[in-house]
T-cell receptor
Framework: GAGVSQSPSNKVTEKGKDVELRCDPISGHTALYWYRQSLGQGLEFLIYFQGNSAPDKSGLPSDRFSAERTGGSVSTLTIQRTQQEDSAVYLC??????????????FGPGTRLTVL | AQRVTQPEKLLSVFKGAPVELKCNYSYSGSPELFWYVQYSRQRLQLLLRHISRESIKGFTADLNKGETSFHLKKPFAQEEDSAMYYCALRDGGSQGNLIFGKGTKLSVKP
């Protein structure tokens, strides 16, 4: 079946503009994660959604970052007033709670954000 | 603090040579550890997890709680093994998000 998809694949924006990044998880997966992959920093956790529970926002680096998940499926990560340090690849992953304790996360191809 | 350390940014070996990618972790509790791999122009994917005690593509990793390590090993490297490798720890105290190391780029030369 289809894997996790993300759009756009690339986004170039000017400093100060807002951007929205989209993630379509694997159908039926109730858990959804956002990560950021920065040069030299590896992958950092940003936010986690599980079903209808309140999201875990503990990884968001500032209040300019927010995310929502509509209908328990598609998620949008919004970055307001972008800064150059926001330039990174933003990865989305999903997993099924029915996979038991293994919680394998399946990753999307990422959105490469460049802030000029 | 929970942390995953991969001390080598780049590891270069010749085809057929043994390879070991190092991973150390810091975690209070019983850890769940994973290795993820990202081949050129492909998405990040799970390679193996310690709980399964499996061998994937000839790679194995053993959890050593005494040394807090989860090194990835392969006895005979192949050119197609060239990729970025990330060690990750599942944060069981949170909602299951992964804590990643900074990655090691493996280059296997012919």
């Amino acid at each position: 079946g289809a894997g996790v998809s993300q759009s756009p694949s690339n986004k170039v924006t000017e400093k100060g503009k807002d951007v929205e990044l989209r993630c379509d998880p694997i159908s039926g997966h109730t858990a959804l994660y956002w990560y950021r992959q920065s040069l030299g920093q590896g992958l950092e956790f940003l936010i986690y959604f599980q079903g209808n529970s309140a999201p875990d926002k503990s990884g968001l680096p500032s209040d300019r970052f927010s995310a929502e998940r509509t209908g328990g499926s598609v998620s949008t990560l919004t970055i307001q007033r972008t800064q150059q340090e926001d330039s990174a690849v933003y990865l989305c992953a999903s997993s099924s709670r029915t996979s038991g304790s293994l919680h394998t996360q399946y990753f999307g191809p990422g959105t490469r954000l460049t802030v000029l | 603090a929970q942390r995953v350390t991969q001390p080598e940014k780049l590891l270069s070996v010749f085809k057929g040579a043994p390879v070991e990618l190092k991973c150390n972790y810091s975690y209070s509790g019983s850890p769940e550890l994973f290795w993820y791999v990202q081949y050129s122009r492909q998405r990040l994917q799970l390679l193996l997890r310690h709980i399964s005690r499996e061998s994937i593509k000839g790679f194995t990793a053993d959890l050593n709680k005494g040394e807090t390590s989860f090194h990835l090993k392969k006895p005979f490297a192949q050119e197609e093994d060239s990729a970025m490798y990330y060690c990750a720890l599942r944060d069981g105290g949170s909602q299951g998000n992964l804590i990643f190391g900074k990655g090691t780029k493996l280059s296997v030369k012919p």
